[in-house]
């Protein structure tokens, strides 16, 4: 297959459904040698702030030598960025072979009576087989979903698990209450690794203490208070840690949380014997690259992207958007996911708007229709209008905001693609 096929392929793989548990990739895996027990890992869940970690680590990795591969979904922007050695991506060629060997055993299983293995499962298998190709040294891993059972975690050589923010989110499939969510995310606890965890709320940290004591374990808690920012603009904050000063380009009100947690694991790599030093962690941090976190995507007028899909990052953004933009009018473009809590979304954050545009993601089936979007949002807001395109949003309210409004564009970070062609496409009309 070359890269296209390859991508069709997994497209196509869409309409087999799925199985609960790992014994279906423990069976692929196995039939393509294990490759990723060849490996050693990083390996990140947690509700919100998996991304911003994972930028941050992979960063600072980048300026030391070692060979680190990164694997994280959704893909935002490109989808070979899903998978990346020292921050580049994949070539399609390198995509192409590898996923046609993982299709193989694949369509093998499925003749002999097994469930074809699903998208993500192919895709997390090609990852594996992919960094094991190329000899990384280390690989950073972002669970796709919860943590026991998610596809990543057949892995058995953890060096760190990282668990960053948990709240509530994806309930159908973890749990219905924080303490179970808390749970399933820590099954990516395992015997010898090291824990760095976030400061969360009582009821999730003592699900996380209670995996970490049946494994021996004490884990490391980041808090955000243990930096003290310095400077607060809105393209980089500035904070002391310990004896130096860090200056870090994404911003927003969890990054000093996100960035602690980046920085007790780097120390813990440090104790494990990984030769990091200070001034790559200074270097690493400053040149971080995240996109759809509390981006600008737009100068004039200035259009935000943010990918807040649920109450707790609905919540940071709101903190974000009022330690910024206090009396500037802001313009909302929200598109969700349907099996999100929306409500409680729109809830928190259409009090802040001048005026709201809602949208649908295109070519995903849980995209919530614009229309249903914008009804959802009358109930807070009364200036609120469904748009037919991202195109037309993107149009309509970086119209309406002019040169002293905000354009704040969030809900999801599926549709960040998009929006980034939108503007584009805005800048060369403008350009005409």
């Known amino acids: 297959m070359d890269y296209q096929q390859s991508r069709e392929y997994l497209r196509q793989a869409q309409t087999y459904g799925s199985v609960l548990g790992l014994d279906n990739m423990r069976e692929m895996m196995k039939r393509l040698g294990n490759p990723q027990d060849q490996l050693k890992y990083i390996h990140v869940a947690g509700t919100n702030g998996k991304g911003s970690v994972l930028a941050y680590l992979s960063s600072v990795l980048a300026q030391t030598g070692y060979r680190v591969g990164r694997y994280v979904s959704p893909a935002i922007f490109s989808y070979r960025e899903q998978f990346e050695i020292n921050q580049k991506p994949i070539s399609r060629e390198a995509f192409a072979r590898c996923l046609s060997k993982v299709a193989q055993v694949a369509d093998a299983m499925e003749k002999e009576g097994k469930p074809h293995p699903t998208p993500f499962e192919m895709e997390t298998a090609t990852a594996f087989f992919y960094f094991a190709e190329e000899n990384c040294d280390l690989v950073l891993l972002e669970t796709g979903m919860g943590g026991l059972t998610d596809a990543t975690n057949i892995i058995r050589t953890t060096e760190v698990a990282v668990l960053t923010s948990i709240s509530m989110d994806h309930m159908a499939f973890l749990g219905n209450t924080l303490g179970e969510i808390a749970a399933c995310k820590a099954g990516i606890i395992k015997e010898g690794c090291r824990v760095v965890a976030a400061e969360q709320k009582p009821e999730a940290m003592e699900k996380i203490r209670e995996v970490c004591e049946r494994f021996h374990i004490i884990p490391v808690v980041s808090s955000p208070e243990e930096g003290r920012v310095t400077e607060n603009e809105m393209d980089h904050m500035t904070f002391e840690y310990g004896e130096r000063s860090y200056t870090i380009p994404l911003t927003g009100a969890c990054q000093m949380e996100n960035v602690m947690v980046a920085l007790h694991t780097l120390e813990v790599l440090i104790q494990n014997g990984y030769n990091i030093t200070p001034a790559q962690i200074e270097k690493g941090l400053e040149n971080t690259r995240w996109k759809g976190r509390f981006t600008a995507l737009l100068s004039e007028p200035l259009l935000i992207a943010d990918g807040a899909h649920n109450p707790d990052a609905a919540g940071k953004l709101v903190q974000s958007l009022k330690m910024y933009f206090q009396g500037k009018d802001l313009y909302f473009i929200i598109g969700m996911f349907r099996d999100k809590d929306y409500e409680s979304v729109l809830k928190m954050t259409a009090p802040l708007a001048k005026e709201i545009m809602t949208i649908q993601t295109s070519?995903?089936?849980?995209?919530?229709?614009?229309?249903?979007?914008?009804?959802?949002?009358?109930?807070?807001?009364?200036?609120?209008?469904?748009?037919?395109?991202?195109?037309?949003?993107?149009?309509?309210?970086?119209?309406?905001?002019?040169?002293?409004?905000?354009?704040?564009?969030?809900?999801?970070?599926?549709?960040?693609?998009?929006?980034?062609?939108?503007?584009?496409?805005?800048?060369?009309?403008?350009?005409?």
């Open 363 to 432: 070519g995903n089936p849980r995209a919530l229709p614009a229309e249903e979007l914008a009804q959802a949002a009358r109930k807070y807001h009364s200036h609120v209008e469904p748009a037919k395109s991202i195109e037309e949003a993107v149009e309509k309210m970086t119209e309406k905001a002019e040169k002293e409004g905000v354009v704040v564009a969030f809900g999801s970070l599926s549709f960040m693609r998009e929006l980034a062609e939108a503007i584009e496409k805005r800048k060369d009309n403008a350009e005409k």
